[in-house]
């Protein structure tokens, strides 16, 4: 973030992108559109966000072009953040953790997206795997669909939002890493003053930049003293700039800069 701008972009091919870029909505618009995407912003911005579901939609072949593109990212300078949103039994966690975080896995990335409504601590597996091999997660916290905030504001018998409870157990982990740790919350930047201590010493996600309404400047409202910390993510704000190279990275810049401009910082 400091060497490229407190910006992740989110690799999301939805079909009605593919159309609007004039892609098929099938395999070789996939790996167009994803290749396009990775080749025009790779070395460049700080983190890549695939979301895993548009890729699954087609398959074995579409697992076969992830894999290539967070590959292709990372060799690129990219970091990797795997929006796959997982969460299950401790024991099958352990499996989850293994296909993101385990540095041999075919889709190993820099971090994955986590929900821990199973309870946080069947998220334990994959918090170790990534501790181990020096990776990340990001664990959802307060998300930015409008839905969300019905379970994760709802209190603990003690009268704590259950956000605050993650936030806290993240907190935990990431007790003593400088400059911060590796256990990132997942906080939407639509929703408004957050309410919550987001003081974790670690990074916050923080989609909703562009199509669901959020812009740079709610980012100093929604995260007050922790705005450093933040890494704004948008999707369809940028790759509808698509399919030419140089206006997806102009959009990009202007992002970034828009960022910086109210929050200070942006490499
Ligand atoms: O974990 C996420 O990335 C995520 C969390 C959240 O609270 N809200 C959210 O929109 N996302 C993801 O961020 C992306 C947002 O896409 P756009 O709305 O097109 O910018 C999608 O891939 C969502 O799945």
């Not at 697992?63 to 099958?92: C, F, H, P, Q, W």
């Amino acid at each position: 973030m400091d060497e490229r701008g407190q910006l992740c972009v989110g690799i999301d091919p939805h079909a009605a992108l593919l159309a609007e870029w004039g892609l098929s909505d099938d395999i070789g618009g996939l790996e167009r559109f994803t290749r396009t995407v990775v080749d025009a912003l790779a070395d460049r911005v700080a983190v890549l966000k695939p979301q895993s579901a548009f890729f699954e939609r087609f398959g074995s072949r579409g697992i076969a072009v992830l894999e290539r593109a967070v590959a292709d990212a990372r060799a690129a300078g990219a970091l990797v953040v795997m929006d796959a949103k997982r969460g299950d039994i401790g024991s099958t966690m352990a499996a989850y953790a293994g296909a993101f975080l385990d540095k041999g896995a075919p889709l190993f990335s820099d971090a994955v997206t986590l929900s821990p409504y199973l309870g946080y601590g069947s998220l334990r597996p994959a918090l170790d795997l990534a501790r181990a091999g020096g990776a990340g997660v990001f664990v959802l916290a307060l998300t930015s669909n409008p839905e969300g905030a019905e379970i994760q504001r709802a209190t603990t018998a003690a009268g704590t939002p259950l956000a605050q409870t993650v936030l806290d157990r993240l907190m935990a982990e990431n007790a003593g890493a400088r400059p911060l740790g590796s256990f990132g919350a997942v906080v939407g930047a639509t929703i408004g003053e957050a309410g919550v201590d987001l003081d974790i010493n670690g990074p916050l996600l923080a989609p909703g930049l562009g199509a669901q309404g959020a812009t740079a400047a709610d980012l100093p409202r929604v995260f007050g003293d922790a705005v450093g910390n933040v890494l704004p993510s948008a999707s369809r704000g940028v790759l509808r700039h698509g399919p030419n190279p140089a206006a997806l990275r102009a959009a990009v810049e202007r992002e970034v800069g828009e960022i910086a401009r109210f929050i200070g910082s942006g490499g």
